[in-house]
């Protein structure tokens, strides 16, 4: 049985990540001194914040919001998690998710390989998956931050190659159209300071959250994402690269009926030297060994041939690895992307 698409989330991707190639002022700028810096996971020693009672106070894990103006937006924190969600007009909800994350993959030539997500401190609680290497050490680089952008610059003495990720959301002035679009952006910059080629891959999982953010409490439900399901898609772009990514979708018989309905996307761009593989889906509340042990082997992900509907019970997540090999001396730069389309509004 084929469901329909909302052909929208795909298309703001086909936009918005073209724009890093065409658009010099938009990306590849040095970090600028102005913004907000932190070490990387680093808490506050004293925060000096006192709650206020019918106030929100999510409390200092926060970051840069990514999306369009009017877009809703989702909060990556300094830490690396993505936390804060205004998806639905009305509901404000802050949990970590585990399974939406960045993670890296290095193995310089001749040398053993090593894997890490590229988020300060062990998750607890829901799908916190344990066979993956979750020990990337607090202040190990620096965040920084200058709304629309962020920058994440890791610093790990275990990572041979230098990763900076530039975190962009499409606030471009005189322009509304794309402005408005709901999408973030990552532009990773590797830069290869030995004398020796090293592989990288970077990794983006993703939970299917669909229905999640139905409920007003300030909680998050998965059992409202009964009926979801992940589907690898590639799109050709007209100067011949591929995109390549997974829509996490819903079983539907027709259009968005409500806000519920919508899908989201991850993706990233292909291009000479650069392999990208996905696991369309893979058991959130497992272990997380399906997804890993390939990963931190080679720095691959291996698709498996079970496609499922989630009942709610077990949420399902998918996973995309873009590989490369930096040459000595050499940087080379990787533009991701998260998407979402939720096209109907309800008060």
Known sequence: MRFPRFAGVYLCILAIIAIPLSSPDLFGQQIPEAAWSRGIGEPLENPGVKKVPYLIDDGYWQGVPLGGLGSGSIGRTYRGDFARWHLKAGVHKYASIPANVF???????GGSPTAVVLRAGRPEGMGSLPAW???????AGSYHALFPKAWFDYKYDALPVHLVCEQFSPVLPG???????PVGVFVWTANNPTNKPVKVSILLSWVNMVGWFTEFGGGINPSLGSGNFNEARQERLKDGRTMSGIVFDRARTGAALTSSDGQFVIAALGDRGVKITHQTTFDVMSDGSSVWKTFAQDGTLQDLPEEWLSSGGNPIGGAIAVSFTVAPGASKEIPMALAWDFPVVQF
Do not use: D, I, L
């Open 103 to 109: 993670a890296v993959f290095q193995q310089a030539e």
């Open 133 to 139: 290497n979750w020990s990337y050490p607090v202040g």
């Open 175 to 181: 322009n509304y159209r794309e402005s408005s679009y």
